[in-house]
């Protein structure tokens, strides 16, 4: 099977994803394409935020991981960052979605 159809597959089945991407701003869409572009990039984001929710989705497809918090920024701040599987998935998501 390839990505495409295992990332067809997951977004039909789960549609948290679908709902959950409705529901972030163009510019938190536009962070997942700059993430893609920049291969050691991270995203932060806000706990509980519409992003965070997304994100901690697609972290249950280990599309993205959760990364250490940082001790300068607030409490409350997630940071993310795109697996090697999510570089491939993510494109056709944002396709799907779009």
């Given at each position: ?13 789960d ?27 991270a ?38 960052s ?17």
């Amino acid at each position: 099977m390839t990505i495409y159809q295992e990332t067809i597959q997951i977004l039909e089945r789960d549609s948290r994803i679908k709902s959950l991407f409705q529901k972030i701003s163009p510019g938190d869409r536009s962070i997942l394409e700059l993430m893609l572009d920049r291969e050691e990039s991270a995203g932060l984001t806000t706990e509980g935020s519409p992003n965070d929710q997304l994100w901690s989705c697609l972290a249950d497809y280990h599309w993205m991981a959760v990364l250490d918090a940082i001790p300068a920024l607030p409490t409350d701040t997630r940071r993310y960052s795109l697996t090697e599987a999510g570089r491939r998935a993510i494109p056709v998501v944002l396709a799907r979605l779009r």
